[in-house]
């Protein structure tokens, strides 16, 4: 600017610079990152007015939003000379939002303010919930336990901490002082042939995942031992004073080939066992001699290797010794595994021959079934026959017809399986397909098989032989193909997937989108004079894009 002086005898001026100071301008940007649970770091650009002099520092703030009408704000810093800030000493879980002001030798600015509050905590969650643990090997005093990964929550896991417990009690005992590092571990100095529960938790730097369901409940047993017992003593045939027994050997060898048997019998209301077998009995087949005509007698078998005898088998029927030819109960005619939808009848048959006449109980996994309102039970010529008047979800399982007579006994088993009805798991979202682009849709859904399906485009089914829209089915899902979709492949698909016990639908809308068709004809003129006309037609028949309601 100039300053000019005046007076009666003349003026004279002079140039002078004028420089106007003043505190900054706010800072610009302020952000945050790093979040965990007592700190985070703040980060902010310069001001774009320095007020005519450098910044020397700037001020961070912080409020502690304990409710939300707190407004207290509390320095953090006053000499930060970057712009960044690590602020720590935060409290976990609770709700802050911070402000940054600029400072330089004229004064401090107006603060440029977080514009959302942050919870410190860390910003990813904790693991999923593991699948229960499962037994990967054990001895009477030690079980090797594994599992599965759950998904981490965002952040890397950092360890598992396995626990058991006795069935009776409700404490949960750890077996590690410190995370275990794999998916794998051996828990020691377990009760000797004790019964324990497991269960496994994960851990990220979030905390904590849900406990797994506890295991199935385990018996510890020595990894190998004496074999367990015999079961399904029979006799083959009965002579005046014999009679020849046959056994079904042990599900357990005890991990341990079996060496041989032990035979034993007692007459009839006796509590005294005797060993019949002079020698080692190396196959499933004994002929018990030297048995008085007439009276019962009921045997027992108990197996052996080279780890000692186990327990003696359930003692058989009682088996009355006299010459009569008869023979023990054959099943002929096995019961058929049977698949039900809901509500409806199912029948179970079982043929079977034998001297005398079998009688015949039927079981569902292995308990004997009494008859009630919708079980029934029919005989008649050596058929037997189980009904279910009206099938629930319950009723799944396994069902053992099991025949016998003073010979011996036999059984069979049959699953029966209840239909659920479909349930559509996963559908697809509507959709826009540029023309002639390739679709592949894939609909998950649950239930039980056979179905029936059907696709409809626009209320109209679509044949399985349609020459662009191709369907697949699997076991959980189908594949909708269209190779190259067009015009005429838009518009509203629905599926329909049904059983015996119900259906379930879905739907969606496909869109086309393209090079429109050609306009109409024909072409209408109008309004015609030496210069100009009026052409008229109609819109073609397909647009830029075929039309989703």
Known sequence: MTVTLENDAGSDSIDVRLLVVDSPSPPKNLTVSDITPDSCVLDWEAPEDDGGSHITNYIVEKCHLRSPTDDVWEKVSSFVRGTNYVVTGLAENERYKFRVRAENQYGVSEPVELKEPIVARYQFKVPGQPEPPTVYDMDSTWAEIEWEPPSDGGSKILGYILQYREPSSSKWISASSQPIDGTRFRVQNLKDKGEYEFRVIAKNKAGLSKPSLPSGKVQLKPKFGPPGPPTQIAAESIGRNHVTL??????????????????????????????????????????????TEFHDYEFRITAVNKHGKGPPSLPSSPIKIHDLGGSRPQIVVKPADTASPYNRRAVFTCEAVGRPTPTARWLRNGREIPEGARYRTEVQNEVFKLIIKEVWDIDSGEYTCEVSNSYGSDSATATLTVQAPPVIEKGVANAVYADGELVRLKIYFSGTGPFNYLLTLNKEEVPVDHPNIHFVDFDNHVLITIPSIHSSEAGRYELTISNESGEANTGFWLNVTGLPSAPQ??????????????????????SCASQMN
């Open 521 to 542: 004809g024909p072409l209408q003129f109008s309004d015609v004079n030496k210069s100009q006309l009026v052409l008229g037609w109609k819109p073609p028949v397909v």
């Open 246 to 291: 046959t056994w079904v050997p042990p599900i357990d060898d005890g991990g341990s080939k079996i060496t041989g048997y032990v035979v034993e019998s007692r007459e009839f209301g006796i509590q005294t066992w005797r060993v019949v077998s002079d020698y080692n009995v190396q196959q499933p087949e004994f002929t018990v001699p030297n048995l």
